[in-house]
């Protein structure tokens, strides 16, 4: 498979890339900072330098034609103000989905969070924003007829995997190792599982391969 991941530096997706490759997958990295470009080919991953909140969907379907499938795993990070995460976590999600879209690639699997719906649609909070900007995203993924599919880790650390999970449309809060969830994608991704389906995930004591998503 060739699979796009736009956030392509992120923790999250730099063990993702590093698993494609060792299973024989062709990657290419999205990134905004041309300094991250060594990173991603230490990951098996090529990089494309294209910043999401200054491209349009025609832009960037131009590269994504050829793709099996996308992933979004961009954010705008920690110490973003709220507008960022509309930018980024929202706008650049529903971006990669039009490019999806006009490139001809079927198959795309988002990166959210879990509870993302509980957002206070009152609050100008940062944190709520983003659980805002991921719902609203979510939201309008759900609506394509792309071969979707939502993962919404819990809170998310640098641990050694497990290999284990809890998984679920809800589960309860709990915390996930990165290369755990990169895991979980890597199984969505190469055995076609969960396609126009959501689910949350947060360490557990499921293999993954089995896990109910």
Do not use: C
């Not at 100008?124 to 071969?147: C, G, P």
Request: hydrophobic fraction near 45%; glycine fraction near 10%.
């Amino acid at each position: 498979m060739k699979i796009g991941i736009a956030g392509g530096h992120g923790k999250i997706a730099l063990l993702l890339s590093r698993i494609l490759r060792d299973a024989g997958h062709e990657v290419v990295g999205i990134i905004r900072n041309p300094e991250h470009a060594d990173d991603l080919r230490e990951a098996g991953a090529e990089p494309l330098v294209l910043d999401l909140e200054q491209s349009s969907p025609d832009e960037l379907a131009g590269h994504l034609v050829g793709a099996d499938a996308v992933v979004f795993a961009a954010g705008a990070g920690a110490g973003s103000g709220a507008a960022r995460k509309l930018t980024v976590d929202r706008d650049g999600a529903i971006l990669l989905a039009d490019a999806a879209e006009a490139a001809g690639v079927q198959r795309i699997v988002v990166v959210s969070a879990i509870s993302t719906d509980e957002f206070d649609p009152g609050s100008d909070d940062v944190f709520q924003v983003y659980l805002r900007a991921k719902s609203e995203a979510d939201a309008d993924i759900r609506a394509r007829t792309l071969d979707w599919t939502i993962v919404r880790p819990g809170s998310l650390t640098d641990d050694a995997p497990t290999g284990h999970v809890q998984a679920g449309d809800t589960v309860p809060n709990g915390s996930i190792p990165r290369a755990d969830v990169a895991a979980v994608l890597a199984q969505v991704l190469t055995r076609h599982r969960a396609i126009r389906r959501q689910f949350e995930v947060t360490s557990g004591e499921t293999p993954i391969a089995d896990a109910a998503f």
